[in-house]
Nanobody
Framework: QVPLADSGGGSVQPGGSLRLSCVAA????????MAWFRQVPGKEREGVAT???????NYAPFVKGRFTISQDNTRKNLYLQMNRLEPEDTAKYYC???????????????????WGQGTQVTVST
């Protein structure tokens, strides 16, 4: 498993922005699919975005162009830039990692074996 530490959550008003970060203690000799998921109490965890080892992103339909997943050159830092946030985006967000060249499609919780502790995002007036 890959140790992951996610952060950057907080409270914002609708229309605001947040940038989530995840520090991943990856093996630089391996390729990884990295992802962001989110979960609301009482509901299943759902995929938000993935980025494969080639840097190709994939987004859930509800993102609608508002979020951007990215990595730095070391691939040890994963980000999720979230713009035009809506109350429906309120959830705990988790980063995830799995050794692979490409990511599973659709985004599947069971496919990932490494998870961050989660960071809370609250969007309200």
């Amino acid at each position: 498993q890959v140790p992951l530490a996610d952060s950057g959550g907080g409270s914002v008003q609708p229309g605001g922005s947040l940038r989530l970060s995840c520090v991943a203690a990856i093996d630089p000799q391996r390729s990884y699919c990295m992802a962001w998921f989110r979960q609301v109490p009482g509901k299943e965890r759902e995929g938000v975005a993935t980025i494969d080892s080639f840097g190709t992103p994939n987004y859930a339909p509800f993102v609608k162009g508002r979020f951007t997943i990215s990595q730095d050159n070391t691939r040890k830092n994963l980000y999720l830039q979230m713009n035009r946030l809506e109350p429906e985006d309120t959830a705990k967000y988790y980063c995830a990692a799995e050794p692979a060249y490409i990511c599973s499609a659709p985004m599947t919780v069971k496919w990932f074996n490494s998870w961050g502790q989660g960071t809370q995002v609250t969007v309200s007036t």
